[in-house]
């Protein structure tokens, strides 16, 4: 069955230095997302990326985020300056469409800022 | 705006006896309303889904849920816990031309032998 695959796994960083967090979403899926859950917060949306363009961010999202599919395969999400805050538990989705249709989760990037 | 409330973040049952996960959600739209379950180091799987077709919901592994708009409720039951249940159970909230989905904050369920 066709997964989402993240890597990652895990990735130690020292504040204010720039990480990329990698995703390879499902072949014919043709929305993208990334997610973030702080340690004993809930899942909160980042953004969604469809037709090579956000199509929704969140207020979390800023200048300090961007997000890019650089090939026909990857969707990465870069995180310009860390900062302590930023660590977290960082997912990547994909999905056919949107409203109804499923987002499949990959395993997750567990992000540390030092 | 979207959001919803899991009652409870930890619920211990016994193997055997019913698991109940409660889910409230507040839209100003036609929700559509998910479940997720989360086993250790993985991703977020589907468990189940309303899509307004029908308010009983069946989902994987013996999961249902019963959409209740007169109570904004999306409750996760199963009638008889196997201690492979023993996960993290997210619900969440999507609709009204948004893409995102809203989570809950998750309730982890402990299976006793």
């Known amino acids: 069955e066709p997964e989402v695959t993240q890597t990652p796994s895990h990735q130690v960083t020292q504040m204010g230095q720039e990480v990329i967090l990698r995703c390879v979403p499902i072949s014919n899926h043709l929305y993208f997302y990334w997610y973030r859950q702080i340690l004993g917060q809930k899942v909160e949306f980042l953004v969604s990326?469809?037709?090579?363009?956000?199509?929704?961010k969140s207020e979390i999202f800023d200048d300090q985020f961007s997000v890019e599919r650089p090939d026909g395969s990857n969707f990465t999400l870069k995180i310009r300056s860390t900062k302590l805050e930023d660590s977290a538990m960082y997912f990547c989705a994909s999905s056919v469409g949107t409203g109804v249709e499923t987002q499949y989760f990959g395993p997750g990037t567990r992000l540390l800022v030092l | 705006a979207q959001s919803v409330t899991q009652l409870g973040s930890h619920v211990s049952v016994s193997e055997g006896a019913l698991v109940l996960l409660r889910c409230n959600y507040s839209?100003?739209?036609?929700?559509?309303l998910f479940w997720y379950v989360q086993y250790p180091n993985q991703g977020l799987q589907l468990l189940l889904k309303?899509?307004?077709?029908?308010?009983l919901v069946k989902g994987i592994n013996g999961f249902e849920a019963e959409f209740k708009k007169s109570e904004t409720s999306f409750h996760l039951t199963k009638p008889s816990a196997h201690m492979s249940d023993a996960a993290e159970y997210f619900c969440a909230v999507s609709g009204g031309g948004s893409e995102k989905l809203v989570f809950g904050k998750g309730t982890k369920l402990t299976v006793n032998p």
């Open positions: 839209s100003s739209v036609p929700p559509y």
């Open positions: 309303y899509t307004s077709a029908a308010t």
């Open positions: 990326f469809y037709n090579n363009e956000i199509s929704e």
